[in-house]
T-cell receptor, first 115, second 113 residues
Framework: NAGVTQTPKFQVLKTGQSMTLQCAQD?????MSWYRQDPGMGLRLIHY???????DQGEVPNGYNVSRSTTEDFPLRLLSAAPSQTSVYFC??????????????FGQGTRLTVV | AQSVSQHNHHVILSEAASLELGCNYS??????LFWYVQYPGQHLQLLLK??????LVKGIKGFEAEFIKSKFSFNLRKPSVQWSDTAEYFC???????????FGTGTRLTIIP
């Protein structure tokens, strides 16, 4: 079982460049989220999706775009990279059963450095 | 809005010591509560979760947590830690009807052999 797959694992960008972090899950989960992890700040929610075609902003959405055209994929786009976006990015998926949210399943992370 | 506080930023213990990591949340309604662990260089993995029922929940690797609604707390415990428990531990809360999982800032646990 692949679970949640993120690519790439590492990336270095120059300020102003754009890129897309890929996230795919094979568990047919309706919920998908993107988090960034920074030292001393835990995980902060960037964007999330409750199903194909539906996305919403999290706590720190500025500078990032998302779309959800399929249940499986939830790419995160950096429009114009800035050094403040240097971080580790995690994608997660989950589902609900009987109205209860299950735990989130996380990808392996993407370590992004913006120089 | 829901929020989570983990007051212990870095805890250092010797092997076989007992562990308790604090977690408090701020939402007054029905909540689902989680503890995740992140071993060095790895992604987050679920340790245990509370949805309803018995407020004392047991997870993997000998960890347990107690939900105390009156104190808005969900502290993580382990009677005897091992060197392999060295990791970062995150508490998270999901309020009922909310799809946003909110994390605390994490507690780094270092176990000295």
């Amino acid at each position: 079982n692949a679970g949640v797959t993120q690519t790439p694992k590492f990336q270095v960008l120059k300020t102003g460049q754009s890129m897309t972090l890929q996230c795919a899950q094979d568990m047919n989960h309706e919920y998908m989220s993107w988090y960034r992890q920074d030292p001393g700040m835990g995980l902060r929610l960037i964007h999330y999706s409750v199903g194909a075609g539906i996305t919403d902003q999290g706590e720190v959405p500025n500078g990032y775009n998302v779309s959800r055209s399929t249940t499986e994929d939830f790419p995160l786009r950096l429009l114009s990279a800035a050094p403040s976006q240097t971080s580790v990015y995690f994608c997660a998926s989950s589902y609900s059963t009987s109205g209860q949210h299950t735990e989130a399943f996380f990808g392996q992370g993407t370590r992004l450095t913006v120089v | 809005a829901q929020s989570v506080s983990q007051h212990n930023h870095h805890v250092i213990l010797s092997e076989a010591a007992s562990l308790e990591l604090g977690c408090n949340y701020s939402y007054g309604g029905t909540v689902n509560l989680f503890w995740y662990v992140q071993y060095p260089g790895q992604h987050l993995q679920l340790l245990l979760k509370y949805f309803s029922g018995d407020p004392l929940v047991k997870g993997i690797k000998g960890f347990e947590a107690e939900f105390i609604k009156s104190k808005f707390s969900f502290n993580l415990r382990k009677p005897s830690v091992q060197w392999s428990d060295t990791a970062e531990y995150f508490c998270a809360v999901l309020s009922f009807g909310n799809e946003k999982l909110t994390f605390g800032t994490g507690t780094r646990l270092t176990i000295i052999p």
